[in-house]
């Protein structure tokens, strides 16, 4: 969030992340997520909904936790390595993670989306001579968001065909560098984890076994 912080800021009682502050002069004051925490209940509803819309789809901008069966106890829950849905088209996967994406952006947390495609698609503009972007400004802020979302990982490929070497590489660092530093990160797929692996390669498989998965089984609401 963009705001400067407000002077009336307050000592965090319950966060974790306050209560483990070094004895560095900074001790009982709060933690940058619940500095913007508190900033984003400061707003009024347009403005909240506005800062939400920057990275929630408006077509899930009514999306809420608790219009999840089966998934409401462990996205309030804390996730340490990531979460995996995977699914038919329109079985409610994009719904579910906005929801959750729209959760942590109310406490504070910065907050990554992106299509997986889309992502390389803009990686490889890097590329071109004329690019005025390189692939480490586009992943970056990736790797460093406290959550990161992406969705539709290895949909335009059939169960059976690979991925590029490309694609691997790049999910393979997202992943990677993520799991070192401790930050979770929520996948949406067509594909089971053997899927998965089987057009990435086995190390995909291997890290993505340590996340929470769940099938979404729901027929299309789409229709």
Not at 126 to 137: M, Q, V
Not at 159 to 184: A, H, N, W, Y
Request: net charge positive.
């Amino acid at each position: 969030m963009q705001t400067k912080l407000l002077s009336t800021v307050k000592p965090c009682k319950i966060c974790e992340r306050c209560q483990k502050r070094p004895a560095d002069g900074l001790l009982g004051r709060t933690c940058g997520a619940c500095d913007r925490k508190v900033q984003f209940e400061a707003l009024p509803p347009d403005q909240q909904e506005l800062l939400l819309l920057s990275v929630v789809p408006k077509r899930y901008i009514v999306a809420e936790i608790s219009h999840l069966k089966g998934l409401q106890e462990k996205f309030n829950s804390e996730i340490e390595t990531g979460v995996l849905l995977w699914g038919t088209t329109g079985s409610g996967k994009t719904y579910a993670m906005c929801a959750l994406c729209k959760k942590y952006m109310s406490e504070g947390f910065i907050t990554k989306r992106v299509h997986y495609e889309v992502l390389c698609l803009q990686l490889r503009d890097t590329f071109n001579p004329k690019a005025t972007e390189t692939e480490w400004g586009i992943i970056e802020p990736l790797i460093m968001c406290d959550k990161l979302f992406i969705e539709d990982v290895g949909v335009t490929k059939s169960i059976g065909e690979q991925e590029t070497d490309f694609s691997r590489r790049t999910f393979l660092v997202l992943l990677d560098i993520r799991m070192e530093q401790m930050k979770p990160t929520f996948i949406t797929t067509n594909k089971s984890v053997e899927n998965l692996q089987a057009s990435f390669d086995s190390r995909i498989g291997d890290r993505l076994r340590t996340f929470d998965i769940f099938q979404m089984k729901d027929k299309s609401r789409r229709k």
